[in-house]
């Protein structure tokens, strides 16, 4: 299957289990595999065949920005279910959240989840 990728898209939001982190936000970085079938693009060569990765980038960064969870879990599901309602053509989504700035009082690069969901079959 094709792919389109959005790799380490910054976003600012409010998320967290503290109220701190809900209250003050953090940096939240985030990556998107979008597998679709891109082939009429890839002959037409025209946008209205693909998928637009910067108009999906627009969509994670509202979701994220006007939503408050406590989970990142939670962030991501919201993300992934917003861009399968927006984009009939996404047929799977593998998305990762990465929290540079989890509070954990520990060194670390970033702490974050990665889910990896197929579009739910349409219901008669």
Not at 13 to 42: K, M
Not at 94 to 114: Q, S
Request: aromatic letters at 8%; hydrophobic letters at 45%.
């Amino acid at each position: 299957m094709d792919k389109i990728i959005i790799e380490n898209l910054q976003v600012y939001a409010h998320h967290g289990v503290f109220p701190e982190e809900n209250a003050l936000g953090q940096r939240f970085v985030i990556s998107a595999v979008l597998y679709a079938d891109l082939s009429a693009a890839g002959a037409s060569d025209d946008l209205d065949d693909s998928i637009d990765y910067g108009a999906v980038c627009r969509v994670i960064d509202a979701y994220a920005r006007e939503h408050t969870h406590n989970l990142v879990e939670r962030l991501a599901q919201g993300i992934i279910d917003t861009l399968f309602e927006r984009c009939p053509s996404i047929e799977r989504i593998r998305l990762t959240v990465k929290k540079p700035w989890a509070p954990i009082g520990l060194p670390l690069d970033y702490a974050g989840v990665e889910l990896d969901r197929v579009r739910p079959a349409a219901r008669a």
